[in-house]
């Protein structure tokens, strides 16, 4: 035997599954039981986020961008009568799978193919006998792409299954969250407001934009947060009429707004906030209009609530906005669901914005998180008012999640 052979197949680290054997149990269940009704026999889980939430897998490379000798390989079969899962990956990352996850059945693609094989996926689930009814792939998720989605469905039709689109199912059995699930978004509460107020602290005139994005990455890293799904924005000057722009080596001024936009993480569960600084004052027709916008986050405390209407909550929100004649200044007023995420993204499934067609029959459910965004163009093209905000809704209670104030915060 090879060394490394006995190192992947015998070296036994610290498990650091992120939650108990009980609490996948419990989600596994969930989701078989969402796999009947929905007529699925079969799920083949290729989303990194749907293969940390029945596992705790979780992994630095996904092969997202990769050389097409290297293609995305790791999976997670779920069958609707069987309370396992079968987790496939290459026999490189066999350590990795014992430290992040509980997973009993592990098949290691062959060494021929060690970046993965559809044909060895389907003729390990043909022999188990997974293969006999509707198999349910994730067509919406990124991973795997078009050329190894098509090789997969191949294979498994070859075998005698039928395909057909499932991300939703999963996409819905996250979107309530458990208990554990719950504390872990607190967590992520914590740490978010402790970036934020580490960039509070950095933002001044003649610092680069660079240098509050890591001072802030820092301060969360040190309170036990983890790497965020995605880059997050600090922005300077007119640059904050583009909210999806990157931190760069640009120095702020005096008289510039600031926008931060970040999200605290624990064990994968994103919590979003956002805020507005100014180095300096800004003129009266900022200021009034920043403030106006700031006390639209008064209205929401006072309707929020579990089990709260979306429809309600857009229609008071929309009424706000027009009646302080802000509505035509917006750029986008709303917000999306907040879990698990992985890099490129941290948008959630479930949308919501007064702008869409109403939704009579959906509400802010106990047990699931939102953020939401209150974006508007200042005058003179001077820039953004930009503030996210997350909501958590418990069994009895609803509550804003950050610490900071709603106003433009003037930096002296």
């Given at each position: 035997?090879?060394?490394?052979?006995?190192?992947?197949?015998?070296?036994?680290?610290?498990?650091?599954?992120?939650?108990?054997?009980?609490?996948?149990?419990?989600?596994?269940?969930?989701?078989?039981?969402?796999?009947?009704?929905?007529?699925?026999?079969?799920?083949?889980?290729?989303?990194?986020?749907?293969?940390?939430?029945?596992?705790?897998?979780?992994?630095?490379?996904?092969?997202?961008?990769?050389?097409?000798?290297?293609?995305?390989?790791?999976?997670?079969?779920?069958?609707?009568?069987?309370?396992?899962?079968?987790?496939?990956?290459?026999?490189?990352?066999?350590?990795?799978?014992?430290?992040?996850?509980?997973?009993?059945?592990?098949?290691?693609?062959?060494?021929?193919?060690?970046?993965?094989?559809?044909?060895?996926?389907?003729?390990?689930?043909?022999?188990?006998?997974?293969?006999?009814?509707?198999?349910?792939?994730?067509?919406?998720?990124?991973?795997?792409?078009?050329?190894?989605?098509?090789r997969l469905e191949d294979a498994f039709v070859a075998a005698g299954a039928r395909v057909s689109d499932a991300t939703?199912?999963?996409?819905?059995?996250?979107?309530?969250?458990?208990?554990?699930?719950?504390?872990?978004?607190?967590?992520?509460?914590?740490?978010?407001n402790i970036g934020m107020a580490a960039a509070k602290a950095t933002i001044g005139a003649g610092v680069t934009e660079?240098?509050?994005?890591?001072?802030?990455?820092?301060?969360?890293?040190?309170?036990?947060?983890?790497?965020?799904?995605?880059?997050?924005?600090?922005?300077?000057?007119?640059?904050?009429?583009?909210?999806?722009?990157?931190?760069?080596?640009?120095?702020?001024?005096?008289?510039?707004?600031?926008?931060?936009?970040?999200?605290?993480?624990?064990?994968?569960?994103?919590?979003?906030?956002?805020?507005?600084?100014?180095?300096?004052?800004?003129?009266?027709?900022?200021?009034?209009?920043?403030?106006?916008?700031?006390?639209?986050?008064?209205?929401?405390?006072?309707?929020?609530?579990?089990?709260?209407?979306?429809?309600?909550?857009?229609?008071?929100?929309?009424?706000?906005?027009?009646?302080?004649?802000?509505?035509?200044?917006?750029?986008?007023?709303?917000?999306?669901?907040?879990?698990?995420?992985?890099?490129?993204?941290?948008?959630?499934?479930?949308?919501?914005?007064?702008?869409?067609?109403?939704?009579?029959?959906?509400?802010?459910?106990?047990?699931?998180?939102?953020?939401?965004?209150?974006?508007?163009?200042?005058?003179?093209?001077?820039?953004?008012?930009?503030?996210?905000?997350?909501?958590?809704?418990?069994?009895?209670?609803?509550?804003?999640?950050?610490?900071?104030?709603?106003?433009?915060?003037?930096?002296?």
């Amino acid at each position: 035997m090879e060394y490394r052979d006995d190192v992947y197949f015998h070296s036994q680290p610290e498990n650091e599954a992120p939650f108990s054997a009980e609490e996948f149990a419990s989600r596994l269940q969930r989701l078989r039981h969402r796999m009947a009704s929905a007529k699925i026999d079969m799920l083949y889980l290729m989303a990194p986020e749907s293969m940390y939430y029945l596992s705790g897998y979780q992994a630095e490379w996904y092969q997202a961008q990769s050389p097409q000798q290297w293609p995305a390989s790791s999976a997670i079969a779920v069958h609707v009568d069987h309370d396992r899962y079968i987790l496939f990956d290459s026999e490189r990352e066999a350590v990795l799978g014992r430290v992040f996850t509980r997973a009993q059945d592990v098949r290691y693609f062959p060494r021929s193919a060690l970046r993965g094989s559809a044909e060895f996926a389907a003729s390990e689930l043909k022999r188990e006998g997974w293969l006999n009814g509707t198999v349910g792939m994730e067509f919406w998720s990124y991973r795997p792409n078009r050329p190894i989605s098509h090789r997969l469905e191949d294979a498994f039709v070859a075998a005698g299954a039928r395909v057909s689109d499932a991300t939703q199912l999963l996409r819905d059995v996250r979107h309530v969250k458990s208990p554990a699930e719950m504390e872990c978004l607190k967590e992520a509460a914590r740490i978010a407001n402790i970036g934020m107020a580490a960039a509070k602290a950095t933002i001044g005139a003649g610092v680069t934009e660079l240098e509050v994005y890591g001072e802030m990455v820092r301060a969360m890293a040190r309170a036990g947060g983890e790497n965020p799904g995605i880059t997050m924005p600090v922005l300077s000057g007119t640059k904050t009429n583009a909210l999806h722009g990157l931190a760069t080596r640009r120095r702020m001024k005096h008289g510039e707004l600031v926008l931060v936009d970040l999200a605290g993480v624990f064990k994968r569960y994103h919590i979003n906030i956002a805020r507005t600084f100014s180095i300096g004052e800004q003129p009266v027709e900022v200021r009034d209009l920043t403030t106006q916008a700031a006390r639209s986050m008064e209205l929401i405390r006072g309707i929020l609530r579990p089990g709260l209407p979306v429809s309600e909550f857009n229609a008071a929100v929309l009424e706000y906005f027009r009646g302080a004649q802000l509505w035509e200044r917006r750029g986008w007023v709303g917000g999306y669901e907040m879990g698990i995420a992985f890099p490129p993204d941290w948008v959630g499934n479930f949308v919501f914005d007064p702008a869409s067609e109403p939704d009579t029959t959906r509400t802010f459910e106990p047990f699931t998180a939102v953020n939401y965004e209150n974006q508007f163009f200042m005058p003179d093209h001077r820039g953004q008012y930009f503030t996210i905000e997350s909501f958590l809704f418990e069994e009895d209670k609803a509550s804003m999640v950050s610490d900071q104030p709603f106003d433009v915060m003037v930096i002296d």
